[in-house]
C-alpha cells in the first residue's frame, strides 16, 4: 500500500510536466506556423514616355582602283553631306565625323582564296547626328538617301530614339510597382480576415521599355529605341507576412 502512494506523487508530476510540454510545444508550432504564413504577390507599373534625343547615323562610301582615289572620293562627297545636314537646321556641334576607313579588295584564286594581287579599295566614312528634336531626325532618316541625286553614295542606319531622364525615372517607376504590390498584399489580407505583417522579402525585376502598346517582353529586359513613343514597365515581386 505505501508503495502506491509512493508512486503517486511522481506519477502526477510526470503527467504534469508532460502536458506543460505538450502545451509549449504546440504554442511554440503554432507560432512558427503563424509567422510562415506569408503572401507573395507582384505589383506593376507604367509610364508612358517621349523620347528626347534622337541619333542618326549613316555612311559615305567610295569605290576606286587605288587607296588615293578613294580617299578623294569620300573628301569630295563629305561637305555635300554635312551641307545637307545644316540646311536641314543641324549644327555644326550636332554633327560627328568618324575615321576614315580604306580597305583593299584582294584578287580571288580558282580555289576562291584571295590572292596578293589588289583589284580596288573599298573607302568608307560614318557620319552620326545627333538632336533633341526627335522628329527632324525622324524625317531627315526618310529623306537623306535622295542625296543619291548629287552622286553622293550614302547609306543610313534606322534611326536611334533615347529617353535621357531614364535614371530618374526608374526610380520613380519602381517605387510605384513596389506601392501596387502592398495595395494587392492588402486587399488579398482582407478577403481572408488577416491583418497583413511586414514586408519579407522583396525582388525587383528587370525594366521593359517597348513602343507604345508592344507586348513585348524579355527576361534580360528591353530598352526600345527605334520608336519615339514608348512604355516603360516595371515589376516588383514581394512577399508578406499575415499576423
Same mark, same amino acid.
Given at each position: 500500500m505505501s508503495d502506491s502512494n509512493n508512486l503517486i506523487i511522481p506519477t502526477l508530476i510526470l503527467g504534469i510536466s508532460l502536458m506543460l510540454s505538450t502545451l509549449i510545444f504546440a504554442s511554440f508550432w503554432s507560432q512558427r506556423y503563424k509567422e510562415n504564413q506569408t503572401i507573395t504577390?507582384?505589383?506593376s507599373a507604367k509610364r508612358e514616355i517621349t523620347s528626347d534625343l534622337g541619333i542618326l547615323r549613316g555612311t559615305i562610301q567610295a569605290t576606286a582602283a587605288t587607296a588615293e582615289e578613294a580617299y578623294k572620293s569620300l573628301q569630295r562627297q563629305r561637305p555635300v553631306v554635312i551641307n545637307y545636314l545644316k540646311q536641314q537646321g543641324f549644327q555644326e556641334a550636332d554633327i560627328n565625323l568618324m575615321t576614315?576607313? +580604306? !580597305?583593299?579588295v584582294y584578287e580571288l584564286n580558282n580555289q576562291?582564296?584571295?590572292t596578293n594581287r589588289v583589284l580596288e579599295y573599298n573607302g568608307n566614312q560614318m557620319i552620326e547626328v545627333?538632336?533633341?528634336?526627335v522628329k527632324k531626325i525622324k524625317s531627315i532618316s526618310l529623306d537623306i538617301t535622295s542625296l543619291v541625286n548629287q552622286g553622293i553614295s550614302f547609306s543610313v542606319m534606322p534611326p536611334?530614339?533615347?529617353y535621357t531622364k531614364l535614371a530618374d525615372l526608374k526610380i520613380e517607376i519602381q517605387a510605384d510597382a513596389a506601392k501596387d504590390? +502592398? !495595395?494587392?498584399?492588402?486587399?488579398i489580407a482582407e478577403a481572408t480576415g488577416s491583418t497583413l505583417g511586414p514586408i519579407s522579402n522583396a525582388r525587383m525585376g528587370v525594366l521593359q521599355i517597348t513602343p507604345v502598346n508592344s507586348n513585348?517582353?524579355?527576361?534580360?529586359?528591353?530598352?526600345?529605341v527605334s520608336s519615339i513613343e514608348k512604355e516603360i514597365t516595371a515589376v516588383v515581386n514581394a512577399?508578406?507576412?499575415?499576423?
Open positions: 504577390v507582384t505589383g576614315i576607313n +580604306l !580597305n583593299p576562291g582564296f584571295p545627333k538632336s533633341r528634336d536611334e530614339y533615347y504590390a +502592398l !495595395n494587392r498584399a492588402q486587399k513585348m517582353v524579355s527576361d534580360y529586359g528591353i530598352n526600345d512577399s508578406f507576412r499575415l499576423d
